[in-house]
């Protein structure tokens, strides 16, 4: 039985791939703002330094820190390391920025009684407060970003993304079955 081939289902198995160097040529045409992950890491990363400026300005925290007490507060008390598959970060990022937080008095970490290497991590009343202060340009950083697209471009935007960081995902669980 055959099936034809879509675009999605363009990428060759394991046992077929072959590392290849690039020609002369292919350095020389090599565009790399053509290039998906150039763009979009040029995009985040634009993006991080506006929300590190905004939430400095705003409320005194780094980027890393308001993203944790977000996450935080979206899914409630909860161990460390669900924090940090929520806010894409690593275990060492999640401790970090959680002992920040603890000393800022924006968050409480305790240890699990089932296991004590795990950090159960909490807003506090102060972080709430941090929140209800921060939100507020967070909105306005999305309704400004938003509006320069139509509600449907918007949509197809997010469609896109999540395509994406699919595919991302994938392919990095196949670089790393290749280790």
């Keep these: 039985m055959t099936t034809s081939a879509t675009a999605n289902d363009a990428r060759p198995p394991s046992s077929q791939k072959k590392q290849r160097r690039a ?3 292919q350095v020389a045409a090599h565009s ?3 290039l998906i992950t150039y763009r979009v890491s040029v ?3 634009a993006l991080s ?3 590190d400026a905004s939430v400095q300005s705003s409320i005194g925290l780094t ?6 007490l977000v996450i935080l507060n979206r899914l409630g008390t909860s161990p ?3 924090v940090a598959r929520m806010a894409s970060f690593d275990h060492s990022q999640v401790s970090r920025v959680a002992l920040e937080l603890t000393e800022k008095g924006l968050i409480t970490q305790v240890s699990d009684a089932g296991d004590r290497r795990k950090q159960i991590l909490s807003l506090t009343p102060a972080g ?4 209800r202060s921060g939100i507020p340009h967070s909105l306005q950083r999305q309704a400004r970003l938003q509006a320069r697209l139509e509600p449907a471009e918007y949509e197809v935007f997010c469609r896109v993304l999540n395509v994406l960081q699919d595919e991302a995902q994938k392919m990095l ?3 790393r079955e290749g280790e």
């Design 63 to 68: 980027s890393r820190q308001w993203r944790c």
């Design 128 to 131: 709430i407060e941090c929140l």
């Design 23 to 25: 020609s002369v040529s």
């Design 32 to 34: 790399p703002e053509a």
């Design 49 to 51: 330094r506006l929300v």
């Design 80 to 82: 460390s390391g669900t």
């Design 43 to 45: 995009l985040a990363q």
């Design 173 to 175: 669980e196949e670089v």
